[in-house]
């Protein structure tokens, strides 16, 4: 079950829909010149599916267009088409790279922006959720993404509406991996820290941060990392860390992103220890 903080939601359930509509339009304006500048229009689908996925909030708009870009921008990822970074993008030198590079960094950023968004359904954070996670783990083949999982996150706790779908999504699909979980502990670490240091500087105002039409107040985001924190699992349940780390030891990747490997590797433990040395094999 997911716990979540009983105290009711001060300052954003009192935004008009206006101001919402307001910042939905604002938005919608501000969509990258990677969208706009597609060269030879070769991605006039893409192009058209990643504006439906900025400025629509229809669930039935938003929900395929989702789908249909994770699978594009996966597979682009998967076959090199589409590397994670301008720089990269640039080095190569193609003109269709660097729109390509421009279009995914625009396709997370759309991600992250519907995560914690009041007017979103949870029914499309979630999958957004996924989605993020798909890209944190594919964008280097091998490595979880922790920036980008802890970007995720800071738009979940500090947008004006954490949901507890999709708090469950997160706890029950991805915190009983080890490494998720500790980059869960750091990232809420650094959004602490971070918040702490706002809420001083605003004190020394005099006045607390009350939050905007897509931002939480002080106290919203409080209260969000504490329904995170809450839900963390204490356990780590069927989990082997030692085979987990030897995993990572092995193949220099990330556990989570080798679910495949488990009976693998967890054989080859079983085995290296009958046939090491008595008093030399692993604790």
């Known amino acids: ?5 009983a105290r009711t939601r001060s300052g954003n359930t009192k935004r008009s829909k206006t101001t919402e509509d307001e910042s939905a339009a604002r938005q919608c304006d501000g969509a990258t010149d990677a969208i706009v500048n597609d060269p030879g229009q070769t991605f006039s689908k893409e192009v058209q599916l990643l504006t439906t996925l900025e400025c629509s909030d229809d669930e039935t708009a938003l929900l395929p267009a989702l789908s249909s870009l994770e699978d594009f921008f996966i597979n682009k990822l998967q076959s ?3 590397v994670p970074t301008l720089k990269a993008a640039e080095a190569q030198g193609s003109a269709n790279g660097k729109w390509l590079a421009e279009t995914y960094l625009s396709f997370r950023e759309t991600l992250k922006g519907l995560i914690g968004r009041r007017n979103v359904a949870s029914t499309v ?8 996670m798909e890209c944190a783990r594919t964008e280097q083949p091998g490595t979880f993404s922790n920036e980008l999982y802890g970007e995720m996150l800071q738009c979940a706790v500090t947008g004006d509406k954490l949901s507890s779908e999709l ?3 997160l706890v029950g699909r991805y915190l009983p991996f080890a490494d998720v979980r500790y980059h869960t502990w750091s990232a809420i670490a650094r959004i602490a820290e971070h918040q702490a240091k706002q809420h001083k500087h605003t004190q020394m105002k005099g006045k607390a941060y009350e939050g905007t039409a897509t931002e939480a107040s002080d106290e919203d985001i409080v209260r969000n990392l ?9 356990k780590f349940g069927d989990i082997d860390l030692e085979m987990c780390a030897d995993a990572e030891e092995r193949s220099g990747e990330s556990a989570w992103c ?3 490997k488990d009976a693998e590797v967890a054989a080859e433990v079983a085995s290296d220890e009958d ?4 008093g030399k094999r692993k604790r």
């Open 167 to 169: 708090v469950g999504v």
């Open 80 to 82: 090199g088409e589409v």
């Open 258 to 260: 080798l679910p495949e």
């Open 1 to 5: 079950m997911v716990t979540k903080s």
């Open 275 to 278: 046939e090491a040395p008595a």
């Open 226 to 234: 504490y329904d995170m924190m809450a839900n963390i699992p204490l």
């Open 125 to 132: 954070q979630c999958p957004a959720l996924n989605a993020l």
